[in-house]
């Protein structure tokens, strides 16, 4: 497999899944200002979407969008137990997960890096996001995890996207249960060999 990724971006939470499920795969950078490979070929090739994650399967075809693509990984290494199983209702609360993450803090990020975003916008998505901050210090009061005391594929993703405050300068310090969590995730052997081969820690 060969994942096309951007460091720190969200991509980093399919990163973090190939780690923890123990699967080979080779990693190509994107500059996704260029639309280019490190290799210097054209990714919108690749993904007309123009951006990552993509995962490249060895057939040859070409899965994108992270939440399919992480399921996906999770499902080539059950014994991971990255997902709960297909059909019960646990991946399904999983999925749910993988939703509101993608939908509700992913892309409420988005203004925030936008240069071409008034001020009005981007205190509009702060405020939002600080909104779902709020519920996810409830639901991950007394949990390890989202999922309980099983990491997932939504952990990955979910740390992936809470490290965005930092670039956006929202203190996440506001939100101790938070800040645990993301203490905890960043400490796992998988997390920190993903951030270290995206040079994102030493």
Not at 25 to 54: C, E, H, W
């Amino acid at each position: 497999m060969k994942l096309y990724f951007s460091p720190g971006a969200c991509s980093m939470s399919p990163h973090i899944a190939l780690r923890e499920a123990g699967l080979g795969f080779d990693m190509v950078r994107v500059d996704l200002s260029t639309k280019q490979t490190a290799g210097g070929a054209d990714f919108k090739a690749i993904n007309p979407k123009g951006y990552v994650p993509v995962l490249e399967l060895d057939d040859g075809s070409v899965l994108t969008e992270g939440p399919a693509i992480v399921q996906y990984i999770a499902d080539q290494a059950p014994a991971s137990k990255l997902t709960p199983a297909a059909g019960t209702l646990p991946r399904y609360r999983l999925m749910e997960w993988l939703n509101y993450i993608t939908s509700e803090l992913h892309k409420g990020f988005s203004p925030l890096f936008n240069a071409k975003a008034s001020d009005e916008v981007k205190a509009f998505a702060r405020d939002a996001l600080m909104q779902r901050f709020d519920y996810l210090s409830t639901q991950l009061q007394g949990k390890t995890y989202l999922m309980g005391e099983t990491f997932t594929v939504a952990d990955g993703y979910l740390f992936t996207v809470l490290g965005w405050t930092k670039p956006t300068q929202i203190a996440l310090s506001k939100w101790p249960v938070l800040s645990a969590y993301v203490e905890r995730i960043a400490a796992r052997p998988a997390v920190r060999e993903t951030m270290r081969a995206e040079g994102l820690i030493k």
